[in-house]
């Protein structure tokens, strides 16, 4: 593999409480290349967090620690507002999970996709609506004319989030950070938003960052796949090499999932172990496939 | 300490001490906004002067005209200066204080029952009697509250009493909106259908049940509109349609003072200054107690 | 309307919906802003029967004969039972007969549009410094909440909700006209300008521009400029303070961490997308205050000597002129009540959504 697109080694974001700081990511660090990482974990396991620490964007007022922060070769942890700014939908975005609110519902969903382009490339508004058509074409729209003047509330959720990915990708960042892309969605378009991400991320050469609940879906869609748990990296291994995971949270996931020809009944009930919770003692290596004991 | 631990402790013995709990850690929380603490002191002073006017200041000062003093500016016998009539200024800023406590007192007694037996009704009851309570109130809540008062003011005649009714008939609406929502949200509540099984009669539940609940957010709206209030009586009270002379209400005597007001500005602008340090009072405290309540810092 | 092309769910049934549900609002609307305003005349007329003022002496004067006062007392139709007054009541200010004024001894109707536009010209100025100071200084308080700016507004927003307007008025007077001489005194005009411009609309202002008279508009300005702020200053206080809260709820939402992902820039965020939302929300309040400064006209009007509304009310009360207290009170409450449905309806057009039900 070439040089990593995201280097992140030792992200901890703690929120600080009145009774004591709560450590929602601890010590997590990982490569991301030209791939496609999965982040699977239960609810408050860290994984938006983790995203949203990359993109600068913690949620005040939270503390953001790294010991390394890089994406490509800028150090984002010297970056001032300003300068994150500039990295922010032109070297990295991020896909919120429900279109219907994280799309300004008082502007035409064109228009948001065309602001990006403003933004970084300094186009003029024709230039950028021009883009933005074209990019509404690259999502699979059909009559993007259209729908360029429609607002948020006229469109699908599965058109808003075509649009929102749109907008996310226009102005060529390298690296996206999808955060539960799909689970605000319809079963049956959330193939479609899927695939049409896929195609792009693929076509640009762009490295994806996929997060979710849903472990069936990281695995078949993913090359890699991170497990989290209560803010920490339990499991790190190929999508295809899930099978052989070695801590007992991963197989618990594992073992959850429904497969077909299998009795419903039979689902195992998820057992936590409460020393999962302690600090893993030496954070693993990026390669390594074996966390913990 | 021992009293502030027992009032603290996270698993009260008695529903006695959670409840007293919850008021002492609101009080905490309170006690940190400066500017709804100001308010409090502001609040506190305007009701002390009020009980104690007679022994701040001499009572007969207040209403005894002295020609001779006429227009007097600050001295040390009338730090505040006297009137067109030679009146202590400051004297009947003190017993000003009376009348405007009085005025706001019995607003609240007039406005909260009925806004709460328009409210609670209309939210307990639900259906038709919801919807006809609050298409009444709408009606009200829809009309220039100051210009409605002034016509009330005007047709029952100028004065106190009239003034108090006049604004009181206003300001009602909405105390019942209020008092229908918070109904809304407990009317399913579990305790309230337990009383209804054990065969508490409507009016129990209503008084006994649901009444002490409205009560804190009614609380805290009437001391966000005791401004209003005080600044329309003050308003009724400078067009001559409140209290009549000589009484020393504040808006009056700001009124009366406006005839001098290029030579002897302090006659005016002092009991203008009255009406709008109590009225930022309450406003400060409201302010500070809707903060606390909602749990903002 | 291009609402009906919605991209998403071509149904019949949808498509009903678009086009039925905004027709039903509106019926709604206009029921309820009838049902106000009956109600509204219901409580003029009301005050009416019951002023302990006699309205027939107030016609005859108190040393006519019996006769006389019987006749124009079957003359005002008194006799009649209440609600067949009501009808007639009704009838009347539908046709726009207020009844004539006692004091100026002309049509109440013919007095309000005379001195309407002086309180139009007043309350809208005060709205304009409203809305220009207030929504900013409440989106700078939103963004910098709990640090001094945010401060700052809330406490100069509390003084504003606790200023005595009549005592304002007057310190005001004080200290720009006697002491500093800033703006000119009481009163529209300068009685050298008075009758120089024809009334056109009745703002002065307007019609000095109008006619090129450069020294009257000067001079109507300065006049206006010390009871505009003051006006201006209270609704400033709401504005503001509504703005800030609308914003805090909107820099919640997850469109602007989308919009803080796409590297938009912070001004963009806040004064675009922030408040291109919060402004459906202050339509209403604006309209709020538009009424409101139409009510604080009657003491800021006392206080200046501004021959407005509220001026011509205040007199109307002292003389005991009920006809001119009520028609100037059904003029405001109409204004009012339209003012809220203008409202509902500007929202309609500001929010896409609003096209739709929820
Ligand atoms: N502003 C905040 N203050 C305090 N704690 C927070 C705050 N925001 C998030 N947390 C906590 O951080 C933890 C991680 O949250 P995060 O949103 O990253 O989880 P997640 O894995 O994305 O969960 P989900 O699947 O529900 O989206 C949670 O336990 C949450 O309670
Ligand atoms: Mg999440």
């Not at chain 2, 600044?231 to 009056?252: M, N, Y």
């Not at chain 3, 200023?163 to 001489?181: E, N, Q």
Request: aromatic content about 8%; some cysteine.
């Amino acid at each position: 593999m070439d040089s990593p697109l995201l280097r992140v080694r030792n992200l901890s974001v703690t929120y600080p409480g009145d009774d004591g700081d709560f450590r929602a990511v601890r010590n997590v660090s990982f490569t991301v290349g030209r791939e496609r990482l999965g982040i699977v974990g239960e609810s408050g396991s860290g994984k938006s967090t983790t995203g949203r620490a990359i993109m600068g964007l913690a949620r005040p007022p939270a503390r953001v620690h790294a010991d390394e922060l890089l994406l490509g070769e800028i150090d984002l942890r010297q970056q001032s507002e300003r300068q994150l700014r500039r990295l922010r939908g032109k070297r990295m975005a991020m896909v919120l999970q429900d279109p219907k609110y994280s799309l300004d519902p008082v502007m035409r969903v064109g228009d948001q996709i065309a602001e990006t382009h403003r933004t970084h490339l300094g186009s003029s508004k024709a230039e950028a609506r021009a883009a933005a058509l074209e990019m509404l074409q690259a999502v699979h729209i059909r009559d993007p004319e259209r729908v360029y003047g429609m607002y948020p509330h006229q469109v699908s959720g599965g058109m808003g989030q075509r649009i929102m990915i749109a907008a996310m990708l226009i102005a060529g960042p390298e690296l996206l950070i999808a955060d539960e892309p799909t689970s605000a969605l319809d079963v049956t378009v959330q193939t479609q938003v899927l695939s049409i991400m896929d195609e792009l991320v693929r076509e640009r050469g762009m490295g994806l960052i996929l997060i979710s609940h849903n472990l069936h879906l990281v695995s078949s869609f993913c090359d890699r796949v991170l497990v989290m748990y209560a803010g920490q990296i339990v499991e790190i291994c190929d999508a295809g090499s899930l099978a052989d995971a070695q801590h007992p949270y991963t197989r618990g996931l594992l073992a959850a999932l429904p497969e077909l020809g299998r009795k419903r009944g039979e689902l195992p009930q998820l057992q936590r172990d409460p020393a999962w919770m302690d600090d893993i003692a030496a954070p693993l290596e990026t390669r390594s496939r074996k966390v913990g004991a | 300490m021992q009293m502030r631990a027992w009032l603290l402790d996270p698993a009260p013995a008695s529903r006695r001490q959670a409840q007293l709990g919850g008021w002492f850690r609101a009080w905490l929380a309170f006690r940190r906004n400066t500017l709804g603490m100001i308010g409090l002191g502001i609040v506190l002073l305007l009701i002390g002067v009020a009980a104690f006017a007679p022994l701040i200041v001499d009572p007969a000062s207040a209403l005894t005209q002295v020609l001779a003093d006429r227009l007097q500016p600050s001295s040390w016998a009338h730090p505040f200066g006297t009137d067109e009539l030679g009146r202590d200024i400051l004297a009947r800023v003190v017993f000003g204080a009376r009348i405007t406590l009085t005025i706001v007192v019995l607003v609240s007694l007039i406005v909260v029952p009925i806004g709460l037996a328009i409210g609670l009704p209309a939210g307990y009851f639900g259906g038709w009697i919801d919807a006809a309570l609050m298409r009444f109130t709408d009606i009200f809540l829809a009309f220039p509250r100051l210009v409605l008062a002034l016509a009330f003011a005007a047709a029952l005649g100028p004065g106190i009493e009239n003034a108090v009714i006049a604004i009181a008939l206003t300001a009602w609406p909405p105390y019942a909106r209020l008092a229908r929502a918070e109904t809304l949200t407990r009317r399913r509540s579990e305790f309230i259908q337990a009383a209804e099984l054990q065969g508490a009669s409507h009016l129990r539940i209503i008084a006994t049940q649901i009444v002490p609940l409205c009560l804190p957010s009614v609380i805290i709206r009437l001391t966000l509109d005791m401004a209003g209030i005080i600044l329309t009586a003050a308003g009724l009270g400078f067009l001559g349609l409140g209290a009549q002379p000589p009484s020393p209400e504040w808006g009056a005597m700001v009124s009366t003072g406006r005839e001098v007001l290029l030579d002897q500005w302090w006659v005016a602008t002092i009991p203008g200054l009255a009406i709008f340090v109590t009225s930022l009072g309450f406003n400060l405290l409201g302010d500070g107690l809707r903060d606390v309540s909602s749990g903002r810092g | 309307m291009s609402a009906a092309t919605s991209g998403a769910g071509h149904t019949v049934g949808g498509v009903a919906r678009r086009i039925v549900a905004p027709l039903r609002r509106l019926g709604a609307l206009l029921f309820s802003v009838a049902l106000t305003f009956l109600g509204l005349t219901g409580v003029t007329f009301a005050i009416g029967r019951f002023m302990p003022i006699d309205p027939v002496i107030a016609i005859v004067g108190d040393k006519a004969s019996q006769e006389t006062y019987d006749r124009v007392y079957r003359e005002l139709g008194l006799d009649q039972p209440v609600l067949v007054q009501y009808g007639t009541y009704l009838g009347k200010i539908a046709r726009g007969d207020f009844g004539n004024s006692v004091m100026t001894a002309r049509p109440v109707l013919e007095d309000l549009v005379r001195v309407f536009p002086a309180t139009i010209e007043l309350a809208f100025l005060a709205l304009v410094i409203g809305v220009v100071l207030g929504i900013p200084f409440g989106v700078i308080a939103a963004t910098n909440r709990g640090r001094w700016p945010d401060q700052i507004v809330r406490f100069m927003s509390l003084v504003g909700y606790s200023m005595p307007v009549f005592w304002l008025g007057l310190v005001g007077l004080l200290l720009f006209y006697a002491k500093l001489g800033w703006v000119e005194g009481p009163g529209r005009l300068d009685v050298a300008f008075d009758d120089i411009v024809a009334p056109v609309t009745g703002m002065l202002t307007i019609d000095a521009l109008m006619a090129g008279e450069g020294d009257v508009f000067a001079n109507a300005l300065g006049h206006l400029v010390l009871p505009a702020s003051i006006l201006g200053f209270l609704s400033l206080a709401y504005i503001a303070r509504m703005t800030r809260s609308f914003m805090l709820a909107q820099l919640e939402q997850e469109y602007i961490l989308a919009a803080l992902a796409k590297g938009l820039s912070p001004w963009r965020i806040i004064w675009v997308h922030a408040l291109g939302n919060v402004w459906v929300q202050l339509v209403t309040v604006i309209a709020l205050t538009f009424g409101s400064l139409l009510e604080g006209a009657v003491l800021t009007e006392t206080v200046f000597a501004w021959p407005g509304l509220g001026l011509y009310m205040k007199n109307s009360l002292f003389a005991a002129d009920l006809n001119a207290v009520l028609g100037g009170t059904l003029l405001i409450g109409a204004i009012y009540i339209l003012l809220n449905m203008l409202s509902d309806l500007v929202y309609a057009m500001v929010d896409p959504r609003a096209r739709e039900p929820n």
